[in-house]
């Protein structure tokens, strides 16, 4: 997988490199970007139907990557698939 991430004290920004198939806490879905937001604030301008979107009351810049999962504010991101448990509230990973 080739991606980035772009972290600021307004977001946090996983590309993914091209739209993906996902699983999420509401089920499968299809995307490029997954983008943690800060509670207020712009959001930044993204392709139409490419980004997942979650809001946190947890400053962006405050993450962790831990086994693969990038974490921040209840949100876990896992980059290497489906994980062993789930230990936060919100949560995505990548299929196939």
Request: glycine fraction near 10%; charged fraction near 20%.
């Amino acid at each position: 997988m080739i991606g980035s991430l772009k972290a600021t004290s307004r977001y946090l920004l996983l590309d993914l490199g091209a739209v993906r198939p996902l699983f999420t806490e509401a089920g499968p879905r299809q995307a490029r970007y997954v983008l943690i937001l800060a509670e207020k604030g712009p959001r930044p301008a993204l392709p139409r139907g490419e980004a997942l979107v979650y809001r946190v009351a947890a400053d962006p810049l405050d993450f962790a990557i831990e086994e693969g999962a990038v974490i921040v504010g209840g949100v876990a991101v896992f980059l290497t698939g489906p994980p062993e448990y789930v230990f936060t509230p919100h949560y995505v990973w990548t299929e196939g």
